[in-house]
T-cell receptor, first 114, second 114 residues
């Protein structure tokens, strides 16, 4: 099946700093990628839809200035958590959609903000 | 700090027995459903899917049943193995016209005892 990677897998940062997470589709092109957030023992919540070459679409309640999304190519989307705070600590997961409308998920990035 | 949320329901099953994991979905307009398996610290893995015009689909050791009347989905795992221990999520997909949107259920933790 299709492979989606995320980098880094784990990141620890100080409060107030910004963190960038990359999501790559390794063997297919994805015009659409999705970013999810998952707190411990909870389900995945969609944060935003990332569209190649255009602005991301954010879900209600997600601050677009806080979570910057860039989808500069058909294989790469980035999520930048700006001015991170401890409450932003979470597991961030991306997915990439194939032309057949199937979503493949990345392995996730564990963000810990001290 | 960490958000306080619902704890995942847990299903404990003895190795070799069959497991049945249930899910209630919310949108009667959803036309496609997927079961995902998520191991600790990893992204969701596709298990099996079913379209809304079907009521049953079988895979290798897994069967998905769909009851649209009561908006209920179930995943049956035959001869459960220790490697099946994970959190299982159902997801419903709604075609919004421009893009399909995937919404995850709350999840069930499956514990396989020896």
């Amino acid at each position: 099946g299709a492979v989606v990677s995320q980098h880094p897998s784990r990141v620890i940062c100080k409060s107030g700093t910004s963190v960038k997470i990359e999501c790559r589709s390794l063997d297919f092109q994805a015009t659409t990628m999705f970013w999810y957030r998952q707190f411990p023992k909870q389900s995945l919540m969609l944060m935003a839809t990332s569209n190649e070459g255009s602005k991301a679409t954010y879900e209600q309640g997600v601050e677009k200035d806080k979570f910057l999304i860039n989808h500069a190519s058909l294989t790469l989307s980035t999520l930048t958590v700006t001015s991170a705070h401890p409450e932003d600590s979470s597991f961030y997961i991306c997915s990439a959609r194939t032309a057949a409308d199937t979503q493949y998920f990345g392995p996730g990035t564990r963000l810990t903000v001290l | 700090g960490e958000s306080v949320g619902l704890h995942l329901p847990t299903l404990s099953v003895q190795e070799g027995d069959n497991s049945i994991i249930n899910c209630a979905y919310s949108n009667s307009a959803s036309d496609y459903f997927i079961w995902y398996k998520q191991e600790s610290g990893k992204g969701p893995q596709f298990i099996i899917d079913i379209r809304s015009n079907m009521d049953k689909r079988q895979g290798q050791r897994v069967t998905v049943l769909l009851n649209k009347t009561v908006k209920h989905l179930s995943l049956q795992i035959a001869a459960t193995q220790p490697g099946d221990s994970a959190v299982y999520f159902c997801a419903e997909i709604q075609n919004t016209g421009t893009a399909s949107k995937l919404t995850f259920g709350t999840g069930t933790r499956l514990q396989v005892t020896l």
